[in-house]
Nanobody
Framework: HVQLVESGGGSVQAGGSLRLSCAASGATYSRNCLAWFRRAPGKDREGVGS????????YQDDSVKGRFTISIDDAKNTLYLQMNSLKPEDTASYYCAAAPFYCGGRWDLYNYWGQGTQVTVS
């Protein structure tokens, strides 16, 4: 079993920055792949970026390239999403997800989810 707890959301003006964190615990073999997803009001859930156990970014949505960076700490217990140059269209609930083998952008292939953290850009 894997537990994921996000933090770091909040309200920021356009052009600002936020860093989200996701504390991961539980069986490490079940969280070889970690990812960030987001869901904006009235829209489907979409992938933001993902990373594998070795720290390689395995997926990044075109809309965030050059602005967002996904990383993981050396202990592989905390996933980060550094968000720079935020835009109003980045407003969404952001979710951390984990999977044992799939490291891409499809949300339906992730097994474990956090509760989400809200990001509002005005």
């Amino acid at each position: 079993h894997v537990q994921l707890v996000e933090s770091g959301g909040g309200s920021v003006q356009a052009g600002g920055s936020l860093r989200l964190s996701c504390a991961a615990s539980g069986a490490t073999y079940s969280r070889n792949c970690l990812a960030w997803f987001r869901r904006a009001p009235g829209k489907d859930r979409e992938g933001v970026g993902s990373i594998n156990f070795f720290g390689d970014t395995t997926y990044q949505d075109d809309s965030v390239k050059g602005r967002f960076t996904i990383s993981i700490d050396d202990a592989k217990n905390t996933l980060y999403l550094q968000m720079n140059s935020l835009k109003p269209e980045d407003t969404a609930s952001y979710y951390c997800a984990a999977a044992p083998f799939y490291c891409g952008g499809r949300w339906d292939l992730y097994n474990y989810w956090g509760q989400g953290t809200q990001v509002t850009v005005s």
